[in-house]
Nanobody
Framework: QVQLVESGGGLVQAGASLRLSCTAS????????MGWFRQAPGKEREFVGT????????YSSDSVKGRFTISRDNAKKSVYLQMTSLKPEATDVYYC???????????????WGQGTQVIVSS
């Protein structure tokens, strides 16, 4: 069983930066690929990005490429989402997830955090 806890969300103005963190309870954290997703009320959960267990491979959605960066620190059992040049449409609940390999599909991730709210004001 893996428990994930996100933090770092909040209210920011458009153009600002924010870094989300996700800390895991997994014994072998480096054995999991980690994903970031976001979800607005009434909408499906949307892929943001993913990073391999080693941290060497990352993939991001086209909508955030160049502005959002995923990284991880396996010693701290944590994964991060650095968000820059935030736009109001980035207002969502952001979730981290753990799975066996990099994927854009929510179904490929077995473990999920509770989410952290990001609000970007215009």
């Amino acid at each position: 069983q893996v428990q994930l806890v996100e933090s770092g969300g909040g209210l920011v103005q458009a153009g600002a930066s924010l870094r989300l963190s996700c800390t895991a309870s997994a014994r072998t954290f480096s054995g999991y690929a980690m994903g970031w997703f976001r979800q607005a009320p009434g909408k499906e959960r949307e892929f943001v990005g993913t990073i391999s267990g080693s941290g060497l491979l990352t993939y991001s959605s086209d909508s955030v490429k160049g502005r959002f960066t995923i990284s991880r620190d396996n010693a701290k059992k944590s994964v991060y989402l650095q968000m820059t040049s935030l736009k109001p449409e980035a207002t969502d609940v952001y979730y981290c997830a753990a799975g066996p390999f990099n994927s854009r599909r929510t179904s490929e991730y077995a473990y999920w955090g509770q989410g952290t709210q990001v609000i970007v004001s215009s």
